[in-house]
């Protein structure tokens, strides 16, 4: 079962440039979330969606965004890299709110230079 | 606000031992659930337990326990008899309100733990 699927797991970017991270999930979660984790430090929630075609923002949403334009796929957009934006990058998605278990993908690394 | 908090940025436990790890949180919401996560060097993220705010008993999953104390707004996370594989970053969490309100997690800063053989 491939669960939580990141893409890519490693990137290297100048400032200024911009990307997009992929997370699939083949589970039929309604659900889907970015977090980022800095060295030594938990997950904050970056942005999230309830649904296709809905997005919101979580803890720390500036510089980024997403879309939601399929239920199996949310796209983490950064438009102008900064370094402050180097860290570990984790999709998660869960089937519904309240007990439902959250499910993580690998971890996306990407560095800013 | 700080919502969740995890005072231990880490702790050194002898193998077989029993290790309590803490978690408080705050909220003004009589419906939440709070999780453990466990974070091994390989990075992945690891559910390993569920409380739900109503839920009357403790929740209990092989060698993990969570003492929850609903009035002092804790959420502690036991692991008995302690084995070298629990060595790891382990992440409180939690999730406030019901039904489609009940979207975001968030997560406390962590306890690295280290077990000694």
């Known amino acids: 079962n491939a669960g939580v699927t990141q893409t890519p797991k490693f990137r290297v970017l100048k400032t200024g440039q911009s990307m997009t991270l992929l997370c699939a999930q083949d589970?039929?979660?309604?659900?889907m979330y970015w977090y980022r984790q800095d060295p030594g430090m938990g997950l904050r929630l970056i942005h999230y969606?309830?649904?296709?075609?809905?997005?919101a923002k979580g803890e720390v949403p500036d510089g980024y965004n997403v879309s939601r334009l399929k239920k199996q796929n949310f796209l983490l957009g950064l438009e102008s890299a900064a370094p402050s934006q180097t860290s570990v990058y984790f999709c998660?998605?869960?089937?519904?709110?309240?007990?439902?278990?959250?499910?993580f993908g690998e971890g996306s690394w990407l560095t800013v230079v | 606000a700080q919502k969740i908090t995890q005072t231990q940025p880490g702790m050194f436990v002898q193998e077989k031992e029993a290790v309590t790890l803490d978690c408080t949180y705050d909220?003004?919401?009589?419906?939440?659930?709070l999780f453990w996560y466990k974070q091994p060097s390989s990075g992945e993220m690891i559910f390993l337990i569920y409380?739900?705010?109503?839920?009357?008993q403790n929740a209990t999953e092989g060698r993990y326990s969570l003492n929850f104390q609903k009035a002092r707004k804790s959420a502690n996370l036991v692991i008995s008899a302690s084995q070298l594989g629990d060595s790891a970053m382990y992440f409180c969490?939690?999730?406030?309100?019901?039904?489609?309100?009940?979207?975001?997690?968030?997560f406390g800063s962590g306890t690295r733990l280290s077990i000694r053989p």
């Open positions: 998660a998605s869960s089937y519904g709110g309240a007990g439902n278990t959250i499910y």
């Open positions: 589970m039929n979660h309604e659900y």
């Open positions: 969606s309830v649904g296709e075609g809905t997005t």
């Open positions: 909220t003004s919401d009589p419906s939440y659930g």
């Open positions: 409380q739900g705010s109503y839920d009357q």
């Open positions: 969490a939690m999730r406030e309100g019901r039904g489609s309100s009940a979207s975001k997690i968030i």
